[in-house]
């Protein structure tokens, strides 16, 4: 089975800062891996994924996350926070080739920005 | 708006009634999904269809739920005898699969969520 852990349910960060979320993943083969984001009282939004091909992939809002095999992890960064940064972020999963495409997610790292 | 549709938002109830959740798609999405989001907790899957074939269904469901899509478009969640436990965000997601399966065209697309509260 499959799972994801997010290390620091909170991660507080100065407007301006580079943010990291850490994700890392159990599985015996690499899943697909995802990054989202929500809003309060909102939905989920895909901010990034990693299916095949280059490790280092870029979404939106200036996030990019690298997929490391060897540390099964795939964290999330942005070099410069912003205000409209704060949400809560979240690291999920599907195994390759099949499943349903059903997606297992962390628990969740809420990000605060501060001025 | 062709986004995925949740109703209604917000739903409060008493412990012991029945709840009825509705989740439009993306029209052109033959894949549907709910999951299930408590407090300072990640979304869980519950099940999910494709067209109107109810294909898995999680451990988390249980018999008091029941999930249909009965024409493959639109989606209902019940909750029977409901319980404080129910009280949780349940989310609707939506992807067109492909033959071949390649995950880029089978992005979930997630609707903003009902909010249910159970007294």
């Known amino acids: 089975a499959q799972s994801v852990t997010q290390l620091g349910s909170h991660v507080s960060v100065s407007e301006g800062a580079l943010v990291l979320l850490r994700c890392n993943y159990s599985?015996?083969?690499?899943?697909?891996l995802f990054w989202y984001v929500q809003y309060p009282n909102q939905g989920l939004q895909l901010l990034l994924k990693?299916?095949?091909?280059?490790?280092l992939v870029k979404g939106i809002n200036g996030f990019e996350a690298e997929f490391k095999k060897s540390e099964t992890s795939f964290h999330l960064t942005k070099p410069s926070a912003h205000m409209s940064d704060a949400a809560e972020y979240f690291c999920?999963?599907?195994?390759?080739?099949?499943?349903?495409?059903?997606?297992?997610f962390g628990t969740g790292t809420q990000l605060k920005v501060e001025l | 708006d062709t986004g995925v549709s949740q109703d209604p938002r917000h739903k409060i109830t008493k412990r012991g009634q029945n709840v009825t959740f509705r989740c439009d798609p993306i029209?052109?999405?033959?894949?549907l999904y709910w999951y299930r989001q408590t407090l300072g907790q990640g979304p869980e899957f519950l099940t999910y269809?494709?067209?109107?074939?109810?294909?898995?269904k999680s451990r988390l469901l249980s018999d008091r739920f029941s999930a249909e899509r009965p024409k493959g478009s639109f989606s209902t969640l019940e909750i029977q005898r409901t319980e404080q436990g129910d009280s949780a965000m349940y989310l609707c997601?939506?992807?067109?699969?492909?033959?071949?399966?390649?995950?880029?065209?089978?992005?979930?697309?997630f609707g903003p969520g009902t909010r249910l509260t159970v007294l």
């Open positions: 997601a939506s992807s067109q699969s492909t033959s071949g399966g390649t995950y880029l065209r089978n992005e979930q697309f």
């Open positions: 599985s015996s083969v690499p899943p697909y």
């Open positions: 990693y299916t095949t091909g280059a490790t």
């Open positions: 999920a999963v599907t195994p390759r080739g099949g499943g349903g495409n059903k997606l297992t």
């Open positions: 029209s052109e999405h033959n894949r």
């Open positions: 269809f494709q067209n109107e074939a109810q294909l898995e």
